[in-house]
């Protein structure tokens, strides 16, 4: 969903002259994709001593939002329930607080967009579309593979966006495991150098605080 007027509830704080910090139509500390996202995933809410593999340090630097400000990408790689979709949407959430224009997407629905509007011949009306957002979320890339056309469609955009404007990601697999998304070497290669030059990477790690917040409930229970 991208950040654009809104006409429902008030702003998330006073924006930047011709921006606007509304999240879709509400205006609520959360963004809104192509499917529902709990509306509580702010940095504050985020359980670091739950993860120490993530440095609150990195974190808080990046919620200032100067790699926004200078176009440069994000890549939050770990497994799930490590917390990589909660860094990427209260990251995206604090450029929207800043006054900058961020767009939430799940990569499969991104790429089968572009192939839509391939079709229809409206690619690049699309692109430039997702190329004008100051910040582009793209959440579980990595989880299915995508062939070629779907591939380079998605090399097009992050090709529009280099050094202007920034693309976080989050992902499941490590840069090595890459080709099971990406099965052409070199385009996958090439992926990865878009979204990583001059960018920052955090390793959210492999051990899911989720699952041990749910084990540690069902022990509670069964204790009591």
């Not at 006409?7 to 006073?14: E, N, T, Y």
């Not at 749910?214 to 022990?219: P, Q, V």
């Amino acid at each position: 969903m991208a950040i654009g007027r809104c006409r429902l509830g008030p702003p998330l704080h006073r924006s930047r002259p011709g921006r606007t910090a509304c999240i879709g139509a509400v205006a609520v500390p959360a963004l809104r994709g192509s499917r529902p996202v709990p509306r509580d995933k702010s940095l504050r809410a985020f359980d670091f001593e739950a993860n120490p593999s993530i440095d609150p340090a990195t974190v808080n630097t990046l919620a200032t939002c100067e790699w926004v400000k200078k176009g440069e990408p994000l890549c939050l790689i770990g497994d799930s329930g490590t917390g990589k979709s909660h860094l990427l949407i209260a990251l995206g959430t604090e450029a929207a607080m800043h006054g900058y224009r961020v767009r939430y997407v799940l990569a499969t629905k991104l790429v089968n967009e572009f192939v839509e509007a391939a079709d229809e011949k409206q690619l690049s009306k699309t692109i430039a579309r997702y190329g004008r957002v100051d910040l582009l979320c793209i959440d579980e890339l990595g989880y299915m593979e995508l062939d070629r056309r779907g591939a380079e469609l998605l090399f097009q955009v992050l090709t529009e966006r280099e050094e202007k404007n920034s693309v976080a990601i989050a992902s499941n697999e490590s840069f090595s495991g890459w080709t099971k998304t990406f099965t052409d070497p070199r385009l996958c290669a090439a992926i990865v150098d878009r979204l990583t030059f001059n960018g920052a990477i955090i390793q959210t790690g492999t051990e899911s605080y989720r699952l041990a917040h749910t084990k540690a409930l069902a022990e509670q229970a069964q204790a009591g």
